[in-house]
């Protein structure tokens, strides 16, 4: 079994910053692609960037320049350093991993989401 563990979500105000954080535990062989995701009210979830195990990096259009992925390959985490914060970017993040365990195949895990909320 697989637990990918969030934290760092609330409640900022526009302008201002938050850092997710993001653990994998379990019985993990190897993480390839680590990253975020996120659905706000009544959209479609989506990508906010993403990390291979070789620090190769993709961001959405909409938060290049604002926000940072990173990750540490021993302690199996990943961040995400989120600045110059704007309303639009309330949502429920999600942490995803594509990985494969000991025991089997590769496969993509996701977390339990946590809240990021921006006000005006």
């Known amino acids: 079994q697989v637990q990918l563990v969030e934290s760092g979500g609330g409640l900022v105000q526009a302008g201002g910053s938050l850092r997710l954080s993001c653990a994998a535990s379990g019985s993990i062989r190897s993480i390839n692609t680590m990253g975020w995701y996120r659905q706000a009210p009544g959209k479609q979830r989506e990508l906010v960037a993403s990390?291979?195990?070789?620090?190769?990096?993709m961001y959405a259009d909409s938060v290049k320049g604002r926000f940072t992925i990173s990750r540490d390959n021993i302690k199996n985490t990943v961040h995400l350093q989120m600045n110059s914060l704007k309303p639009e970017d309330t949502a429920v993040y999600y942490c995803n991993a594509y990985l494969t365990l000991l025991l089997r195949g590769p496969g993509t895990y996701w977390g339990q989401g946590t809240q990021v909320s921006v006000s005006s």
């Open positions: 990390i291979t195990s070789g620090s190769i990096t």
